[in-house]
């Protein structure tokens, strides 16, 4: 048995626009920070200065306005593990159902999301097509845009943004020189995502009326929604509201955002 068979709960990073284009760590992060930071613009205040500000302007010690200008993009930072082990660490087996590949496959990838139009080929192939159709400067001309999501939407963290640093540290190897586990530590940095806003939000990480489902192995669309509004005809709208093109292409652990009854067509 492999580290991490129950994937639902497992910290991922994919492409929106190239969903099989993902990376599932093994297991939980050992570190998760999430950090940001305010932007304050600090004008003396003395005789002969001009220290009239925007209405945000605070007085602060010793002479001195400090001028709110908003905030920078929100950074997460994690140390999370991938593994081809089994739970029989001391063996150093390698395991064929390794979440998501190999460990070196999975490095790689994310290597990869750092450079402007990075992924698999397939991903590189759809981006050259949109490129070829004018969405060059928000596809190609930087790095792919990421969701990060650990646990479900409503609870846990959602995020869309890009990878900023990556650092992977390869720590165990098979008989024969490849790599099966891996430490990695990643910024990922907040790019703002209206769709994603409608998902959750600062305060209860959630917007009333909307539900959360994680997909598990052998579902299907038509059957959640049958589950949950008793029409199986409604997946077509969870599928509108999660930009899910192909319903057979749904993989287990995907997060699914829910419609208010109310709100189906």
């Known amino acids: 048995m492999g ?126 097509a949109a490129a070829a159709l004018g969405f060059k400067t928000q596809i190609v001309a930087r790095p792919p845009l990421l969701t990060l999501q650990w646990g479900d939407p409503a609870r846990g963290f959602l995020m869309q943004g890009t990878l900023t640093r990556i650092s992977i540290s390869y720590l165990r190897f098979d008989g024969v020189g490849n790599p099966i586990r891996a430490s990695v530590q990643a910024d990922f940095t907040e790019a703002p995502s209206s769709l994603l806003s409608m998902l959750t939000n600062p305060t209860s990480g959630g917007v009333p009326g909307r539900r959360a489902h994680t997909m598990r192995q052998g579902e299907s669309l038509p059957g959640v929604a049958n589950d949950m509004y008793g029409r199986p005809g409604a997946w077509r709208d969870i599928a509108d509201s999660n930009g899910i093109d192909d319903p057979l292409r749904v993989r287990p652990g995907r997060a699914l955002m829910l419609p208010p009854a109310d709100e189906l067509s």
């Open 3 to 128: 580290f991490g068979l129950s994937t639902a709960g497992n910290l991922k990073l994919f492409n929106m626009l190239m969903p099989t284009d993902e990376v599932t760590f093994d297991l939980n992060p050992s570190d998760f920070k999430v950090s940001k930071t305010v932007n304050n613009n600090h004008k003396s205040n003395t005789k002969g200065k001009d220290s009239a500000g925007p209405a945000s302007a605070l007085a602060s010690p010793a002479g001195y306005v400090s001028l709110y200008r908003g905030t920078q993009p929100t950074v997460i930072s994690f140390t999370a593990l991938l593994t081809e082990e089994s739970s029989d660490v001391a063996s150093g087996i390698e395991d064929a159902t390794a979440i998501g590949g190999g460990v070196k496959a999975r490095c790689d990838m994310l290597l990869q999301w750092t450079q402007p139009g990075g992924g698999s080929m397939l991903g590189k192939a759809v981006g050259s």
